[in-house]
């Protein structure tokens, strides 16, 4: 897969056996002796005529790629008296592939056409960007990795970057950002590449660079 220059790679990220304060919550390597204990996600918000998607996921499985779950689960908090965890602001489809993503370590995505599907291609650009940012908050390093490959990748295969989901990015990480990085830098290459102009919101953070 071609790599475009200044964008982050697997190194760029820290990296699960990194020292760090976190470090002391990772568990043990899921071998499902605990087969029966499993934990409960509560995805979306509620309102008067929804509830949230509930997610049952094994709990080693959760904690094991999670230092923050782990913590969250076997602390005396809420999270670890009633084995739940809320993610109210979290759609279903963003769930679903952390969740492929746990028990696999991939993430199998579609290949839209933007000109054919748009609101297909759109909707799974900013699936893929709130992945990570949900990675960054559950400390899954890993998956932050992989979601920026998945993303290059789709922009290699369809020649296009998904920058419908830039308002999001801007909205959802802060400053120095290496998604934010990882969208500016792949439009600079799209416009050496004679394909055409900056996108008007990596144009007017260009100072993260």
Known sequence: ????????????????????????????????????????????????????????????????????LNAAFKSGFIEGRTQTYKLDDVSEGVFKLLVQWLYSQKLT?????????????????????????????????????????????ISVKSDTIPNTCLHYVYENTSKGSQLRRFFVAMNGKHVLAGFGTLAYEARTQLGDL
């Open 109 to 153: 995505v579609q290949y839209f056409d933007r000109e054919k599907d748009p609101a297909d291609s759109s909707l799974q650009g900013k699936n893929l960007a709130a992945l990570y940012v949900l990675a960054d908050r559950l400390a899954m390093p890993s998956l932050q990795n992989l979601v920026l490959e998945t993303i290059e990748d």
């Open 1 to 68: 897969m071609a790599k475009h220059p200044n964008t982050p790679s697997k190194s760029a990220l820290p990296q699960d056996d990194e020292e760090g304060p976190r470090k002391r919550h990772r568990a043990n390597a899921p071998d499902f002796s605990q087969a029966d204990e499993v934990v409960t996600f509560l995805v979306g918000p509620e309102t008067k005529n929804r509830k949230p998607k509930k997610f049952i996921v094994h709990k080693e499985i959760a904690c094991y790629h999670s230092p923050v």
